[in-house]
């Protein structure tokens, strides 16, 4: 029964002294009879997509800032109710003004096992990557942007790995299509258009060593040669036709270019490659998966 003596109003003035901050309840630290379900560790207990402006180098030499999408976790072992979750991003706001990039995260996370007493953590940053594009014959430029994200994990044992994703668009033109449409050209004189498609590989690597993300995009451009466009003009138009048609792929041999241009990269330990080509044709998608095959690697 709820007291009709309560006080409903909030007072500014309020200031809270150690003493009363010591008589807080604290279920999170309570005892293990507290446990609801199964008393077991879980694998990771955290918060995700907190957003701060981080910052990013660039080949350049500049620092790029970004808005950034934030997921923390760490392990929690049998025996404890939960962790302190405000910890996760206040540990990481006392690293808000580095630059990050892959190795960085490792600072961050030895940081989460001390502050939250867990033997492991993860630690995954997302964001939208700008990089200028030239056109194809125009002479303009402009930015295309690229869905990445870089993760670290550090393990009970103190391994440390590290990974970049990265989605790459890019046309598909059908090389079956254009053989049709050529046959029909040819045969009867019908004017046909052989159908090809926006695609999208989705990329991770696990990392050697440091790797910037326009050495990836650079990557997939050479592996794919027909990535979507920012700035078009006529003759670009009529230039990615022609690249469409001089770089015919299906799906399959999206996945096998890029493993052939990602395979001979000293800094990529392991990587895993999903090409989706969205089907003109079809009303469903056509979709290709590879990895490197390293033993115990990424599937």
Same mark, same amino acid.
């Given at each position: 029964?709820?007291?009709?003596?309560?006080?409903?109003?909030?007072?500014?003035?309020?200031?809270?002294?150690?003493?009363?901050?010591?008589?807080?309840?604290?279920?999170?630290?309570?005892?293990?009879?507290?446990?609801?379900?199964?008393?077991?560790?879980?694998?990771?207990?955290?918060?995700?997509?907190?957003?701060?402006?981080?910052?990013?180098?660039?080949?350049?030499?500049?620092?790029?800032?970004?808005?950034?999408?934030?997921?923390?976790?760490?392990?929690?072992?049998?025996?404890?109710?939960?962790?302190?979750?405000?910890?996760?991003?206040?540990?990481?706001?006392?690293?808000?003004?580095?630059?990050?990039?892959?190795?960085?995260?490792?600072?961050?996370?030895? =940081?989460?096992?001390?502050?939250? &007493?867990?033997?492991? *953590? #993860?630690?995954? @940053?997302?964001?939208? $990557?700008?990089?200028?594009? /030239?056109?194809?014959?125009?002479?303009?430029?402009?930015?295309?942007?690229?869905?990445?994200?870089?993760?670290?994990?550090?393990?009970?044992?103190?391994?440390?790995?590290?990974?970049?994703?990265?989605?790459?668009?890019?046309?598909?033109?059908?090389?079956?299509?254009?053989?049709?449409?050529?046959?029909?050209?040819?045969?009867?004189?019908?004017?046909?258009?052989?159908?090809?498609?926006?695609?999208?590989?989705?990329?991770?690597?696990?990392?050697?060593?440091?790797?910037?993300?326009?050495?990836?995009?650079?990557?997939?451009?050479?592996?794919?040669?027909?990535?979507? =466009?920012?700035?078009?003009?006529? &003759?670009?138009?009529? *230039? #990615?036709?022609? @690249?469409?048609?001089? $770089?015919?792929?299906?799906? /399959?041999?999206?996945?096998?270019?890029?493993?052939?241009?990602?395979?001979?990269?000293?800094?990529?330990?392991?990587?895993?490659?999903?090409?989706?080509?969205?089907?003109?044709?079809?009303?469903?998608?056509?979709?290709?998966?590879?990895?490197?095959?390293?033993?115990?690697?990424?599937?």
């Amino acid at each position: 029964m709820i007291s009709t003596n309560l006080k409903r109003f909030y007072d500014p003035t309020f200031v809270v002294t150690d003493q009363y901050k010591e008589s807080l309840p604290d279920l999170q630290n309570g005892p293990a009879s507290l446990i609801e379900g199964a008393n077991v560790p879980i694998q990771q207990v955290g918060i995700s997509n907190f957003k701060l402006p981080l910052k990013y180098p660039t080949p350049s030499g500049d620092v790029i800032t970004l808005e950034t999408s934030v997921d923390g976790y760490v392990g929690l072992d049998a025996g404890k109710k939960g962790i302190n979750m405000s910890r996760i991003m206040r540990t990481f706001y006392k690293f808000k003004d580095e630059i990050f990039h892959p190795d960085k995260l490792r600072d961050i996370l030895e =940081q989460y096992q001390e502050d939250l &007493e867990s033997r492991s *953590a #993860f630690l995954k @940053l997302s964001f939208s $990557y700008p990089m200028i594009q /030239e056109s194809l014959r125009s002479g303009m430029s402009g930015y295309q942007y690229y869905n990445v994200a870089i993760e670290g994990k550090l393990d009970e044992q103190g391994k440390f790995t590290r990974f970049v994703h990265i989605d790459f668009e890019y046309s598909s033109a059908c090389p079956c299509s254009f053989e049709l449409a050529e046959h029909a050209r040819e045969t009867r004189d019908v004017a046909t258009i052989p159908h090809s498609q926006r695609s999208v590989a989705n990329i991770t690597v696990q990392l050697n060593s440091e790797m910037m993300i326009d050495d990836l995009v650079m990557a997939c451009r050479e592996a794919l040669k027909t990535e979507t =466009q920012v700035m078009v003009k006529r &003759e670009d138009e009529q *230039a #990615f036709a022609e @690249l469409n048609g001089a $770089y015919q792929k299906f799906v /399959e041999d999206a996945a096998r270019l890029l493993y052939d241009e990602l395979n001979t990269d000293e800094r990529i330990r392991d990587f895993v490659v999903r090409c989706a080509h969205l089907e003109s044709l079809h009303s469903h998608d056509a979709v290709s998966r590879i990895c490197k095959g390293v033993p115990n690697g990424l599937r």
